[in-house]
């Protein structure tokens, strides 16, 4: 047992990160700071020439790292820029750390290595198994693949009041009715830390010869500490995608993608990345993905250690305040709770009267902003960037909600169960389908029994409450209403048009 929380961990199936020497190397920043220290004038993109023509509010805030923004192109040996060996050997040193056969560097962020596991696994009509509350990225790749997906329900506890991970049987199951599948996705962890039996899900889905793809968004952190669930990696995938960003010392759309094993053909996964990747990809981006790999191989089980430690202490402090609920390792073992990431702390607001919509908005006035609301939470993430300092405020931001909520109402708002809010679509065709079809946009009075067109989704967390090919059911129309009316903010990819009026359909 871990001195932080309960953790189940597999001894037999985790693997630490290998750790050496060649850790020490930031190929990427040395390779843009000789071309900077050379001195050279430049008479190539980007147009603002290391800094001078940016306009002065910008140039203010970027300060001199505006002049590491240099176009990939350039290169120089005798005075060691040669960004395209960089990017390789930082690459190679990525792969070498989480223990895989090879990594890619993503400045397209997560959902760009998502698109590129799916074209390099499946084409048009493959069958695709993967959970409802797959975030709308694996739509989209669907869209790009023209494969048809299977669905699995999503768990759901009343108590936690919080989406689960289908459990091994709930996969057996799906493919042994759907002996065609070509791969598997996963999730892990979900957008609240949960995670699922993933070794016994990756071991499984092998004996039948599919490849694993995990949507591991949330987890680049991992295989840094060993009281954080077991990582995809270490479990076996084949493919995983990282959000390096999220939750480690990358910048803002900074990810990392990750294949080992012979059931994905890692050229096949560079050629797809070539077709959803920028062909002038952001060096500073590049520069971070580096750094934050550097800062873990040296440090991140310390610095993992630590924001543990704050979890912990903001975990205690907010079960002192009344009218707060939280859940720990108490609640493993149920089905679809296996493990949990404690630097994830969902608070359930609900004996303050507040939803969590509510309740986002007035930390928010408070001065504190959190990741994600829904009905009965608000999340709010402990990383290695926090300090004592940032913990307590939490905690005191907090202790002041639960004061203007008892002022403001005594009682337990009414909260709905989000698992009938993420009703099991029936899918008419496939997302790609829909996507081409012609459509045309109905008000949601008149959207009952079409085929949707685009995506709604409450953002965050980006999960589709219904997607291109699926019938709009009035389960689905219920969801976005009841969304809507609770102040969530509602994200399509037709940004014209009002998600809380209608939605694109395909046309008759």
């Known amino acids: 047992m871990s001195k932080h929380m309960a953790m189940v961990i597999d001894p037999g199936v985790r693997t630490e990160p290998s750790q050496d020497e060649l850790q020490d190397q930031l190929p990427l920043l040395h390779s843009n700071r000789a071309y900077k220290m050379a001195g050279i004038g430049r008479y190539h993109t980007p147009g603002h020439k290391g800094g001078p023509g940016l306009p002065a509010p910008l140039a203010e805030m970027l300060g001199p790292a505006a002049a590491f923004d240099i176009c990939d192109e350039v290169e120089d040996r005798s005075i060691g820029n040669d960004w395209d060996a960089a990017v390789e050997k930082a690459e190679n040193l990525a792969a070498r750390l989480y223990g895989v056969d090879r990594s890619f560097f993503l400045v397209?962020?997560?959902?760009?290595?998502?698109?590129?596991?799916?074209?390099?696994?499946?084409?048009?009509?493959?069958?695709?198994?993967?959970?409802?509350?797959?975030?709308?990225?694996?739509?989209?790749?669907?869209?790009?693949?023209?494969?048809?997906?299977?669905?699995?329900?999503?768990?759901?506890d009343d108590m936690l009041g919080v989406p689960g991970i289908p459990e091994p049987s709930d996969y057996a199951a799906a493919l042994a009715a759907h002996p065609r599948a070509k791969a598997v996705f996963l999730i892990n962890p979900n957008y609240y830390g949960i995670a699922g039996r993933l070794a016994e899900i990756v071991k499984l889905v092998h004996e039948r010869g599919l490849p694993v793809l995990v949507d591991e968004a949330h987890g680049p952190h991992f295989p840094f500490h060993p009281a954080l669930p077991l990582s995809a990696v270490a479990a076996g995938a084949d493919g995983v995608a990282h959000s390096v960003h999220k939750?480690?010392?990358?910048l803002t759309q900074a990810s990392l993608l990750h294949v080992r094993g012979t059931r994905l053909d890692?050229?096949?996964?560079?050629?797809?990345?070539?077709?959803?990747?920028?062909?002038?990809?952001?060096?500073?981006?590049?520069?971070?993905?580096?750094?934050?790999?550097?800062?873990?191989a040296h440090e991140g089980t310390a610095l993992l250690g630590k924001a543990l430690d704050l979890a912990l202490a903001v975990r205690s402090g907010l079960a002192q305040i009344p009218g707060l609920r939280l859940w720990g390792p108490e609640v493993l073992g149920r089905p679809g709770y296996y493990d949990i990431d404690p630097t994830k702390i969902a608070v359930d607001v609900t004996g303050l009267g507040l939803t969590g919509f509510d309740a986002e908005k007035r930390l928010r006035e408070l001065g504190v902003q959190v990741e994600l609301s829904d009905f009965r939470h608000v999340l709010a993430l402990i990383t290695i960037g926090d300090t004592p300092e940032t913990a307590s405020r939490l905690v005191e931001a907090f202790r002041r909600l639960a004061h203007q909520g008892r002022v403001a109402s005594g009682s337990p708002v009414a909260v709905r169960r989000m698992a009938h809010l993420l009703p099991r679509p029936e899918v008419a065709c496939s997302p790609r389908e829909a996507y081409f079809a012609p459509r045309e946009w109905v008000e949601w009075r008149a959207a009952a029994g079409r085929v949707a067109a685009e995506w709604i989704a409450p953002y965050p967390p980006g999960?589709?409450?219904v997607s291109p090919g699926e019938v709009v059911t009035e389960a689905v129309i219920?969801?976005?209403?009841?969304?809507?009316?609770?102040?969530?903010?509602?994200?399509?990819?037709?940004?014209?048009?009002?998600?809380?009026?209608?939605l694109l359909v395909t046309a008759r």
């Not at 939750?247 to 990358?250: D, I, N, P, R, Y």
């Not at 990345?273 to 520069?287: D, E, F, G, Y």
């Not at 209403?481 to 903010?489: D, K, L, T, V």
């Open 247 to 250: 939750l480690l010392g990358a």
């Open 463 to 465: 999960i589709p409450l």
């Open 266 to 296: 890692p050229e096949r996964v560079a050629a797809a990345l070539r077709l959803v990747t920028s062909t002038s990809p952001n060096p500073l981006l590049c520069i971070s993905l580096d750094a934050a790999r550097w800062q873990m």
């Open 478 to 502: 219920e969801a976005v209403c009841r969304f809507s009316e609770a102040g969530a903010h509602l994200r399509t990819f037709c940004p014209g048009h009002d998600p809380r009026r209608g």
């Open 108 to 156: 397209n962020g997560t959902t760009s290595g998502i698109q590129a596991l799916f074209l390099a696994a499946v084409g048009p009509e493959d069958e695709v198994i993967l959970p409802r509350d797959a975030h709308w990225s694996a739509v989209s790749a669907l869209i790009l693949t023209g494969a048809r997906p299977v669905y699995l329900p999503t768990p759901f």
